[in-house]
T-cell receptor, first 110, second 113 residues
């Protein structure tokens, strides 16, 4: 079983749609969680950290479920510019070494 | 503020040759990381510097890979001799506080023929 698993997609949605991605992690000692965004042939960029209480940044909401060992990313009112690959990243407790998921591809069409 | 820069952006070499990749982190960032993404796979950690010291090099695939960060500023990653399976995108990242986030460079796309 992979340490961090994501549905690769692609998720193909129209503009304005709401879309959600899940990411599961296998190690219960995982401590820090992040969503990164990666555009085609570009570097990953931090989208948001994921806190135990959940957090929201504009149209983006991230949540953590420790009991079930998954994190989620919800995008409301999708824009064409949201098209990208979304990477789930997990750090073990006490470690600064991130484990990446393979990413979920999102395509937002007109 | 200048971001993380990497050189070259692309490199095409033949099996058995040597290639050296360079990373210039954001000024003042003590933490520097190297990662690799092989096509179709997830990004994998290679190693972590704190200033000039190797903090963790558990991800280095074998002794054909040598990373240095003399003076604690820029870093180089040398592959010698290169093999076909070394092809991929090599990312460098730096951070001031690794608990928060890392800033990635644009990557070097290495192709070994």
């Amino acid at each position: 079983r992979k340490e961090v698993e994501q549905d690769p997609g692609p998720f193909n949605v129209p503009e304005g749609a709401t879309v959600a991605f899940n990411c599961t992690y296998s190690n219960s000692a995982s401590q820090s969680f992040f969503w990164y965004r990666q555009d085609c042939r570009k570097e990953p960029k931090l989208l948001m950290s994921v806190y135990s209480s959940g957090n929201e940044d504009g149209r983006f909401t991230a949540q953590l479920n420790r009991a079930s060992q998954y994190i989620s990313l919800l995008i409301r009112d999708s824009k064409l510019s949201d098209s990208a690959t979304y990477l789930c990243v997990v750090n073990l407790r006490g470690s600064y070494i991130p484990t990446f998921g393979r990413g979920t591809s999102l395509i937002v069409h007109p | 503020e200048a971001g993380v820069t990497q050189f070259p952006s692309h490199s095409v070499i033949e099996k058995g040759q040597t290639v050296t990749l360079r990373c210039d982190p954001i000024s003042g960032h003590d933490n520097l990381y190297w990662y690799r993404r092989v096509m179709g796979k997830e990004i994998k950690f290679l190693l972590h510097f704190v200033k000039e010291s190797k903090q963790d090099e558990s991800g280095m695939p074998n002794n054909r890979f040598l990373a240095e960060r003399t003076g604690g500023t820029y870093s180089t990653l040398k592959v010698q001799p290169a093999e076909l399976e070394d092809s991929g995108v090599y990312f460098c990242a730096s951070s001031q506080d690794p608990r928060v986030t890392q800033y990635f460079g644009p990557g070097t796309r290495l192709t070994v023929l």
